[in-house]
């Protein structure tokens, strides 16, 4: 069956539209719990620290499945693959508000991974295949803005439900927005197919699954009370001896399940080597603020909801100017400047403490939320401003890959960073004081200066195309 021309514009909308109503399920999905861990904590009876299980199970198991995303899609089908995902997506939803232990939780949240693996992914795919180089920034600002408006009202639904009501609410406001999202998959997308005869690649899928998981879940060990040293130690030597073998042959077959070809790209490489340090700073900051507020400074979640959207009105405010901005300064200017602000901000974050007035707190909250947002946005542009058309869904499965992989690190970053915090203090593992926090930040704010200093190697007419940004000439 021949694959279809190139989308009308009516279903090149349609496609952006239904993509940025999943990632306003993920993204919701995603910061909605933070505020909830503390309670779900003392429901499984854990420390609130392991609950970093429930979200790196999650983002781990998008990191394996997003791989085979493109394949599965080439394979079965455009409308298939992500009517089928939205499915699972909202089915898993359902079972974690039913759990009661943190294993089942895990197991709830890994099913519901596959389902997101292959929601989004699929879906971006196809805006990018349908989008000109010069549309790509608008694009991706369509398919970003509900996905920054899930993070704005997340964290203060999620704390009023937590407060006064249970947890378990959180899972099932997915219901009813996986019902609606299904019924427009099937009712109004194309089943298209850009290649149905794609071989699996099942060596470089099982070899890079391997090394995604045994890394993750040793960072994971690593950043719980309990670490099993022996254990962890064996799963990090597997996971980079699988990491370079995967490597190896992913640069010598045919059809690799991830195309590292787009790697040969500077400003691909870039946003992928220093933008993914930023992205795992960034990573560590929802899972630390919650974890302050309630524990450290003794607020209740609906307080530290309140508080933490401080930080995602931040990122809304920012996308009104990014256009502009990018037109006049370009990309290596303004990923080197903000991306020392966004670090500082992060840094500033340290010096928070319970007698802190609640203006100050939202004010820096608001500053790195502006930062955070400017260097998301400019990462996530550039990774494709110079990618050919040919190496488009490679090199798109390779950024979701490695996107959710940084996302993964970075929960399991800022619990190591805590730890490390509270092993330098001196305390019991169990307590944590607002000092350890300053500390966890700290470390966190780190990683992503250290990222910046990839980001001299860009050209200063990097990405041009896309920006609009013309440099003078000296």
């Not at 079965?76 to 089942?104: D, E």
């Not at 110079?386 to 996107?403: E, H, I, N, R, Y």
Request: proline residues 5%; charged residues 10%; glycine residues 10%.
């Amino acid at each position: 069956m021949q694959a279809p021309a190139a989308p009308a514009r009516s279903s090149a909308s349609l496609i952006v539209t239904l993509v940025a109503a999943t990632f306003f399920m993920e993204n919701l999905d995603g910061t909605i719990i933070a505020t909830a861990l503390p309670q779900m904590a003392r429901s499984f009876g854990v420390h609130p620290a392991d609950m970093s299980l429930g979200i790196t199970a999650y983002l781990l198991t998008l990191a394996v499945f997003i791989p085979i995303s493109g394949w599965a899609a080439d394979r079965f089908g455009l409308r298939t693959v992500f009517a089928s995902a939205i499915a699972v997506f909202t089915a898993a939803s359902v079972l974690c508000a039913t759990t009661s232990t943190l294993p089942a939780f895990a197991a709830a949240r890994v099913l519901q991974g596959i389902g997101g693996a292959m929601m989004v992914p699929v879906g971006r795919l196809a805006v990018l295949r349908a989008t000109p180089k010069d549309g790509l920034m608008r694009a991706i600002a369509i398919i970003t803005w509900p996905g920054l408006v899930a993070p704005v009202v997340g964290p203060p639904l999620g704390g009023f439900i937590t407060t006064y009501s249970s947890w378990r609410w959180i899972f099932y406001l997915n219901l009813p927005l996986g019902i609606i999202g299904l019924f427009v998959a099937l009712r109004y997308l194309d089943n298209t197919r850009e290649n149905a005869q794609r071989r699996f690649d099942l060596p470089g899928f099982a070899l890079c699954g391997l090394a995604c998981t045994t890394l993750l879940y040793a960072m994971e060990l690593i950043g719980r009370s309990d670490t099993p040293w022996g254990f962890t130690g064996m799963l990090v030597a597997v996971g980079v001896v699988s990491g370079f073998i995967a490597w190896l042959h992913l640069r010598r077959a045919e059809e690799p399940v991830v195309d590292l070809s787009a790697l040969k790209v500077k400003t691909f490489a870039v946003a992928m080597g220093g933008g993914s340090l930023f992205r795992i700073s960034i990573s560590a900051v929802p899972f630390l603020l919650p974890l302050m507020f309630q524990i450290g400074f003794g607020m209740d979640a609906f307080q530290s909801g309140l508080l933490t959207l401080a930080v995602f009105a931040g990122n809304l405010s920012m996308k009104l100017v990014t256009t502009p901005v990018m037109r006049r300064f370009g990309f290596r200017s303004v990923l080197i400047v903000n991306g020392v602000l966004a670090a500082v901000s992060l840094a500033a974050m340290s010096l928070l403490s319970p007698a802190t007035p609640k203006v100050v707190i939202v004010v820096v909250l608001f500053l790195s939320g502006l930062a955070r947002s400017l260097q998301f946005t400019a990462l996530n542009t550039l990774s494709f401003a110079d990618v050919p058309k040919t190496q488009m869904s490679g090199a798109s499965a390779l950024s979701s890959t490695l996107f959710q992989m940084t996302m993964g690190i970075g929960v399991a970053a800022g619990a190591i960073a805590l730890r490390l915090a509270q092993w330098l203090h001196g305390h019991d593992s169990h307590a944590m004081t607002p000092a350890d926090f300053s500390v966890a930040f700290l470390i966190v704010a780190l990683i992503g200066l250290v990222g910046v200093a990839d980001l001299f190697g860009l050209a200063r007419d990097a990405g041009a195309v896309v920006s609009g940004h013309r440099p003078e000439k000296t």
